[in-house]
């Protein structure tokens, strides 16, 4: 009997693309920013050359204004849409490939940081031109982030678009995508609901939004001064926020190994800006962290994974920490497996249903990390177990229903088997 580690490192390499990992054949058939990033941690756990290769891959798609696009179109594909024909963004870096035109979490420092501690166990030495590399492009990505998400210097950096969440069809922007026409240029051509059941799926008025935006921003020829100024869909994002800023302690850490204290002013600049701004985000009547409708000026009070993200950047005051435990343990009171992205006892709960609900690996990865980091242990411990015995029971599918613990979504997913990896190391 094959074991399951052994089936997880063939899933990275049934995925790979030749120094980059796709999440999944068919349904996502090129490189994805966040997913690329965590996959490169999963690599790390057995093969350190092709890990930082992963991330190595995913740069070559840097803007020349620094921001990480989300999708990386090394090859072509019909099997995806929008494709670049749609996003039209070849202006924008300075040689190929093609890429989307926004962007999606900045894991990637975290990443970075994994890979090179790994290097500093196993005494790689020979790998400091290349953590060099990496670093540079992901202090250009910050500073990019800080500059088109943050120009008012709140401390909290806005999504234009709801894929740059990475979880697309969160309630959380259900009021704020109301005020998104529907309309379209494009003809929507949707290629998702062939590989997946529809009703696991956002909608299709959320694609008819989704492409609305995308042509908003094209038509700003992708500049953000441009966008920031015409977007109908602004939301400062705590889940976005605290992963900026965990990346940026990752940074500074990665700064002071490889003595850069050039970098390091600017490092710590840029992590007390978005610690603070993040500490102001905390909503007691939600037990968690709440985002900004920059546009409505309303707080987004809708419970969804996102009010957990920030444990991995804060160090949380006592009653914070009960208040979060508790409502975690609330969440997946009943459930088969945890963490919900939406708790079960919301109206906009679907547990099949993409973001409104399914459990996400990754996530509970994160939100584990971020107990651990404030001393819950115990509970970071059982959900990195349920976790395991999850993708041992259901496979690597892209997303689990917690009521009943099976696997959805696409199969064979990438990031599912990095998960694995790193929390059964
Ligand atoms: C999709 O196409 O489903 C993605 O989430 C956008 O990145």
Redesign the pocket.
Known sequence: MINVTDAARTILARNDRGGYTVPTDG??PFQ?NWDSAFVSMGFATFDIDRAYQELERFIQGQWNNGMFP??IFHVPSDS???GPDVWQTDQCHSKKPLT?GIT?PPVFGMALRFLYETVLATGRHDMLARTHTLFNAALRSHRWWLEARDPDKRGLVAILHP?ES?S?NSPAWDEALVRVPTTTKTEICRQ?TKHVNATM??RNIDYQR?IHLVEVYRECQWDPIKQWSHAPFKIADVQMTAILARATADLIWMASQLNLSDALGELFTMHQLLINGLNSRWNQHIRGFVSLDLISGKDIEKPTQTCFIPLIALELDSYQRKFIQEEIERWCQGMVIGIPTTAPFSPDFESKR?WRGPVWAVINWLIADGLRKNQLKELATIIEGNTISVIERAGFCEYFDPITGEGLGGNTFSWTAAAYLVLRR
Do not use: T, V
């Open positions: 349904l996502y994805w989300h999708i995806y849409f929008p989307s999606q894929w990475g697309d998702d799926r956002p989704f993409y």
